[in-house]
């Protein structure tokens, strides 16, 4: 009997511009749950899973964009090389809060609180407005310890293709716009060389290549 190559399997979803199977759902799911595997105290549960939501949470908090729109961290940081002082004693979560996708409350060793607010894409666009308002909701939320707390806007997409109009209202309002694939690049997820967590759900999401589209 001859034998055959192994097939990868398909993509769980089949891309349909403009429609909604739950990938953006998903996808607040596990962004949310991965920034709260970044505090300190899981390293115990699973060290290489913390680690690399660590990361994660550091290219997000720090990542900037250059002239060229590309997601960078600063100088002298490494694909994989976070600060090893970038420690998170907590890590808060909190989902459609006002509408906003999530807002996480960060406490940073010897560096104090960030807040996270994050607009989560998939396929849809911003609204109108949308960035402003969400903004200003959450400058009156934390107003009482400003200046203490530390507030990053951003709108997390799944891939690099972002629209030149999506862009340009994220420069407007004042947020980033980093893509997971990027992120998680920074962070030093490999697909094809890094370690597994043997989290099924976080190496089928971050490193198989969960959020791939079938089209």
């Known amino acids: 009997m001859g034998t055959t190559k192994d097939e990868k399997l398909p993509p769980i979803f089949i891309l349909k511009e403009g429609t909604d199977q739950g990938q953006e759902a998903i996808q607040d799911f596990f962004l949310a749950w991965t920034i709260r595997c970044s505090a300190e105290k899981y390293k115990s549960s699973n060290p290489t899973l913390q680690e690399y939501a660590r990361r994660i949470v550091y290219a997000l ?12 961290l ?15 004693t907590s890590a808060k979560v909190f989902r459609q809060v006002s509408n906003i996708d999530i807002v996480a409350e960060i406490q940073v060793e010897n560096d ?15 609204s109108d407005g949308q960035l402003a ?4 909701i959450l400058v009156g939320k934390y107003k009482h310890i400003q200046p203490k707390v530390k507030m990053v806007h951003l709108v997390t997409y799944a891939d ?7 862009k340009n209202q994220c420069k407007t309002n004042g947020y980033k716009f980093p893509d997971l694939d990027t992120v998680s690049g920074w962070a030093g997820i490999d697909k094809e060389k890094c370690q597994l967590t043997g ?12 959020r791939e589209l079938d089209d």
């Open 112 to 126: 104090g609180l960030y807040i996270l607010n994050i607009e989560d894409k998939f396929y849809s666009n911003i």
């Open 160 to 166: 690099s293709n972002v629209t030149e109009k999506n």
């Open 61 to 72: 908090i720090h990542g900037f964009h250059d002239d060229n729109d590309c997601y960078l």
């Open 133 to 136: 308002s969400a903004k200003k």
């Open 199 to 210: 989290n099924d759900l976080f190496d089928e999401y971050w490193i198989h290549g969960f």
């Open 74 to 88: 600063p100088k002298g940081v490494n694909i994989g090389e976070i600060p090893a002082d970038f420690k998170i």
